[in-house]
């Protein structure tokens, strides 16, 4: 039970690394913060239970912020803000790689937080902590270099461009990535001079708090980085609010509609990352061995809740039986349990209604005339204090057509579709047949068909031979219905900067009047 902030409860994870286990742990402290401290809620009547997945139990009480809470928040941001963008590149910059530092020595203890409040596995949960504090040092190394243009004009004149911070951006971040995410919206946003209100999901609302403490550690100014707890109410705040310059949202498509319609209301800049329904083609002259992997890489990581999963795996009909066989003889082998265990590969689904909406549409895709070829039922370890946990046994369907649910709406659970195809013009046709377009992959030893097919797929990111494998050096987001704007990548700076052009009259004005 921990109850003074970051300091002791780093401490505790980290000194006492071997000892912070599964179902220890219980979060009393306040979990919002602005002004450059945390903030104890005004409000407690509207309060949530958070869960540990893997144990089922109630980790703490997430109180969402009210209208008094979220303007706070957001001129704290905004006072920051004017501090922030008057500083140089260089300036900002040597914060933010303090920030790196501080979240790269403490990687191991923010990991184990993590994997208690996500579910996943402690191997995912490092790897995910590498890739945040990895985007803060890349856009520490970019915010020098931020420059505008020159133009000659006629007659000694010129114009010249200003690329300018946007004001106060919100974040709005999803579950599956709950710290890395924080890291992606806010990393560009400061290198360009903004401030950031963040908005964890409200079934993850631990990790965001401790990326705030230590962006105050590093040596921001108060109020740069803010995080308010809540749901759809406090979401709705944030969209609404005049002094808001931008939203960057994270999460369902239905959600990210609503995100854009609010924000358009006062013509707010909006970059949206929403789900997917991916495919992944298998061509008959790949490497087998990793197109097997990559299809389980596609499709498990997460417990299966990533938004870029390749979950619709076609398979060229010629090696269907071994590919299959192979995949299948993979995905029995995948050990469940205990997330915070170094041999676990797979843990627990974020919640009971989702862990039952999976089920669902494993149920239903049976109904409708799929195979389960392995697992697709909970699943329940041997240890007893995991008995109350939401897991769910990976998932192989055969059988599949593409008119059927499951292979049209995304499950986000750990379920792998596996549809047979004949020609390359066939698959893409079948491939594009949605209304997603976040990710893609081909498997093929033929270079120009890797090469035509990735031009072909309608979809923000292609893999060629490997799969989710995403570098902060890498612009990730999607087509159609899966979003617009970019995270990471040096594109992204457009999203979080605006362009001034100032013209300099060097002559005498020519005037018509």
Request: glycine share 10%.
């Amino acid at each position: 039970c921990f109850g003074s902030g970051w300091g002791e409860l780093c401490n505790l994870l980290v000194a006492n690394f071997h000892n912070v286990s599964t179902g220890s742990l219980v979060v009393k402290e306040a979990l919002n913060f602005w002004g450059g401290a945390r903030v104890q809620p005004k409000d407690t009547k509207n309060a949530e239970p958070v869960y540990e997945p893997a144990t089922g139990r109630v980790l703490c009480d997430m109180i969402p912020c009210g209208e008094v809470e979220v303007d706070e928040a957001i001129k704290s941001a905004h006072s920051a803000y004017l501090k922030w963008s008057k500083l140089s590149g260089l300036e900002r910059a040597r914060i933010m790689l303090e920030a790196a530092r501080i979240i790269r020595e403490r990687r191991d203890g923010i990991a184990r937080l993590e994997v208690i409040n996500n579910g996943k596995s402690i191997t995912e949960a490092e790897v995910d902590i590498d890739v945040a504090w990895q985007c803060i040092e890349y856009y520490a190394g970019i915010a020098p270099t931020l420059a505008g243009q020159h133009i000659q004009l006629p007659g000694g004149s010129f114009a010249y461009t200003r690329r300018e911070p946007l004001g106060v951006c919100v974040g709005i971040g999803a579950w599956n990535y709950p710290f890395q995410i924080a890291a992606w919206k806010s990393a560009p946003a400061f290198a360009c001079g903004n401030a950031m209100v963040f908005k964890p999901s409200p079934m993850t609302p631990l990790t965001a708090v401790i990326l705030a403490e230590i962006y105050k550690e590093a040596g921001v100014p108060d109020g740069l980085f803010n995080v308010v707890q809540g749901g759809a109410e406090t979401g709705t705040l944030l969209c609404h609010h005049p002094m808001v310059a931008k939203v960057s949202f994270t999460g369902s498509v239905p959600t990210g509609k609503k995100v854009m319609e609010m924000s358009a209301k006062s013509v707010k800049q909006v970059t949206l990352e929403l789900g997917g329904k991916s495919p992944l083609i298998i061509f008959k002259d790949c490497e087998l061995e990793n197109a097997v992997k990559g299809a389980l890489m596609a499709n498990f990581l997460t417990q299966g809740e990533v938004c870029c999963n390749g979950t619709r795996v076609f398979v060229q009909r010629e090696i269907m039986k071994p590919f299959v066989e192979e995949v299948v003889k993979r995905t029995k082998a995948i050990v469940i349990g205990d997330p915070l265990l170094e041999g676990t590969r797979m843990g627990a689904l974020i919640s009971k209604p989702h862990m039952e909406k999976v089920l669902g549409f494993i149920s239903q895709a049976q109904q409708q005339g799929a195979k389960v070829l392995c697992g697709g039922e909970p699943y329940v370890p041997s240890d007893p204090k995991l008995k109350g946990g939401y897991y769910v046994s990976p998932c192989v369907l055969d059988n599949c057509r593409d008119d059927m649910t499951c292979v049209k709406e995304e499950i986000f659970g750990p379920v792998m579709s596996i549809l047979p195809f004949d020609t390359e013009e066939e698959v893409l046709q079948r491939a594009n047949n949605t209304t997603f377009g976040l990710a893609s992959g081909v498997f093929t030893r033929d270079i120009a068909r890797a090469h035509r097919v990735a031009e072909n797929l309608q979809a923000g990111t292609c893999f060629i031979n490997n799969y989710n494998v995403s570098p902060v050096e890498v612009p990730f987001g999607g087509y159609k219905m899966s979003g617009f704007g970019r995270e990471n990548g040096v594109v992204t700076i457009e999203y979080y900067s605006q362009l001034k052009t100032v013209v300099v009259e060097m002559g005498d004005v020519e005037s018509l009047f």
